[in-house]
């Protein structure tokens, strides 16, 4: 399908494209779980003229199997094509154990596509639903994510989050010299592409809650500072540059205030700054390294990183009181908390007999779970839909992506074919 | 270890170019002095001679995982760096970095916490803080890449700049 979309362009557009497509992700799925549904995606029909630039049903498939929850039948085992549920011969995917179909067709618009699509149980032989996606000319990738979306809580509960977007660092040498790129990708890898070029480390990006600004540091200065940057305007702030360390920040929920770390008063502490009054309001007192903050969904207390106990453990400080209390004690290195969205759960880095992995720790409980078995696993970021997360590893000497699923049942690689990756954050949800 | 020998081989260094040779430092990690370009550039100055065969010191101090103690060769090291900078009043940068082991942000701090031992040890050798400045850049520029402990070694360092 590349293919023929790229015979009807020109060839610096060809150019353009060849590079988008090498810059990409690919995903390497490692592990899934015992009994994923079996659900099968028959190739939806096309009412233009020429050839679809995307293979959407094979996107919405391909999402599928990626959450690890569903087994998509390949188009190979199919018995027949059906592109309406009215085509549906129900016995022949009982045969092949399927439990669900999905049927599309998709026309073109004035200037795009709609994709009506339906969602049918196979053992109860009736129709779930039937919905419908519009989208842009460049949007064909964004319908399949959407539809897969509908697909997957349809038949999960679950809200699919096949539509969100991630950012992350890429370092490649350019020139005999290291280059360091934001880099922002469809959460499948694909269509990824460069926010800002640097020729000094940039690092900790963070999406604001909406979705459309994200918070970085970046060493342009020769120091560490940390800048705004609204994803579609390109509108670009530098918000600190003190004296010291100006790293880590990390939007409220409600995206009024960033919490962050400066050091310009000895050592790292936690601050947090207003966006719209530029107060900034210092929120630990120890000489240990406080770093790493993280917001409760309520917004109402941050976890952090801190060696006031002598090793990294994670913290939790109640933004009313200042009250800080330690929340990990298994090990002798927790560090980079995140919180899932329900507020349940805490994700981590965890030392285990000394390598670097990824750690879940029920709140409550204090139970902790190690999600992952490779040694040099950092920058966990979870999805908004609370059911993976993201983040960074190396394959070889290589920095690639990685994602698992919080009960550590799936998991999947995203290693890049050009430089290293690293520092994923996964977006809100985009509406 | 690696790191000692390292040292070792820096202070070996000032100690053969006190003696009269030239400089044979090969590990050109970062900021080497450049007499050489300066003499290009002002081809018509007289070079002091006796300033020409100052040594140059070792510029990279080493640390322990997770550690930001100074180790005793250090020490040594920080003091002929204390006696030369106490004689010019120049800016000196110190640079602080991490090894790849441990969380980015964590080591940013960790980075700066090495760098400012190495402050706080100037200071107390007579040197005014003032011409100090530290940054620290985490695990974010390895000296080298790599994963064995002989690399994360050469790693967890402070550069004085």
């Known amino acids: 399908m590349i293919k023929s979309l790229l015979k009807t362009v020109v060839a610096i557009v060809i150019t353009s494209a060849c590079l988008q497509a090498r810059a990409q992700l690919v995903v390497d799925i490692t592990s899934g ?20 630039p995307e293979d959407v049903s094979g996107i919405i498939s391909a999402d599928l199997r990626r959450s690890g929850l569903f087994a998509p039948v390949p188009k190979a085992d199919m018995l027949s094509f059906p592109k309406s549920p009215k085509d549906v011969v129900f016995r022949d995917w009982r045969i092949l154990g399927t439990e669900y179909i999905v049927t599309g067709r998709i026309e073109p618009q004035a200037s795009g596509y709609l994709l009506t699509f339906d969602l049918m149980n196979v053992f109860g032989q009736h129709k779930m639903f039937t919905r419908q996606v519009r989208g842009g000319q460049t949007q064909l990738r964004d319908i399949a994510h959407r539809a897969a979306d509908e697909i997957f809580e349809a038949v999960t509960g679950i809200r699919g989050a096949f539509s969100t977007e991630m950012v992350y660092v890429r ?6 010299k290291p280059s360091y790129v934001l880099m922002r990708a469809d959460i499948d890898g694909a269509r990824a592409r460069a926010i800002r070029r640097f020729e ?19 060493f342009e200065t020769g120091r560490p500072a940390i800048f705004r ?3 579609r305007t390109r509108e670009r702030q530098q918000l600190t540059n003190f004296k010291g360390l100006n790293s880590s920040p990390t939007w409220s929920p409600d995206g009024t205030k960033l919490a962050m770390v400066l050091s310009k008063d000895g050592n790292p502490e936690i601050y947090v700054l207003d966006l719209a009054s530029d107060q900034l309001t210092r929120m630990t007192r120890h000489f240990s390294i406080d770093t790493e903050p993280n917001w409760m969904p309520d917004g109402k207390s941050l976890v952090f990183t801190s060696d006031r106990g002598g090793k990294p453990q ?4 109640t933004l009313a ?14 560090a980079r908390p995140r919180i899932s969205p329900d507020g349940k759960t805490l994700v981590m880095v965890h030392r285990n007999r000394g390598t670097f992995t990824i750690a879940t720790m029920d709140i409550d409980s204090g139970r902790m ?25 190396k394959l070889g000497d290589k920095g690639i992506l990685a994602a698992v699923s919080l009960d550590a049942g799936v998991k999947y690689n995203l290693p890049s074919q050009r430089g290293d990756v690293r520092e994923p954050a996964w977006s809100p949800y985009v509406d | 270890m690696l790191k000692s020998v390292k040292t070792g081989l820096g202070l070996a260094c000032v100690l053969a170019v006190m003696a009269g040779c030239s400089n044979t430092d090969t590990t050109g990690t970062s900021g080497e002095q450049v007499t050489g370009n300066e003499l290009v550039e002002e081809p018509t100055v007289v070079v002091d001679v006796e300033e020409e065969q100052v040594a140059i010191l070792e510029n990279v101090v080493y640390f322990d995982f997770d550690q930001s103690l100074l180790k005793p060769e250090t020490r040594e090291l920080l003091i002929l760096h204390a006696d030369r900078m106490r004689g010019s009043m120049g800016a000196v940068r110190l640079e602080g970095h991490a090894d790849e082991l441990g969380t980015r942000e964590y080591n940013l701090a960790l980075g700066e916490r090495r760098a400012n031992a190495v402050r706080d040890f100037l200071v107390l050798q007579g040197v005014d803080g003032a011409n100090l400045e530290v940054i620290s850049y985490g695990e974010e520029r390895p000296a080298e890449i790599g994963s064995s402990e002989a690399v994360r070694a050469m790693n967890r360092r402070v550069v004085i700049n």
């Open chain 1, 369 to 393: 779970r190690v999600l992952t078995e490779t040694t040099l696993d950092e920058s966990p970021s979870i999805a908004p839909n609370g059911a993976m997360l993201m983040y960074a590893t």
């Open chain 1, 33 to 52: 779980i015992d009994d994923p549904t079996p659900i099968a995606v028959s190739p939806f029909s096309w009412s233009g003229s020429g050839v679809l």
């Open chain 1, 200 to 218: 000094a480390p940039v690092m900790s990006p963070m999406w604001a809650p909406n979705g459309q600004e994200l918070a970085y540091v970046s």
């Open chain 1, 229 to 231: 940057e609204n994803l």
């Open chain 1, 171 to 176: 370092e490649e040498t350019r020139g005999g």
């Open chain 1, 321 to 334: 009181t200042g009250q800080v209390d330690r929340l990990t004690f298994d090990g002798d290195y927790n």
């Open chain 1, 314 to 317: 994670i913290y939790q400080l």
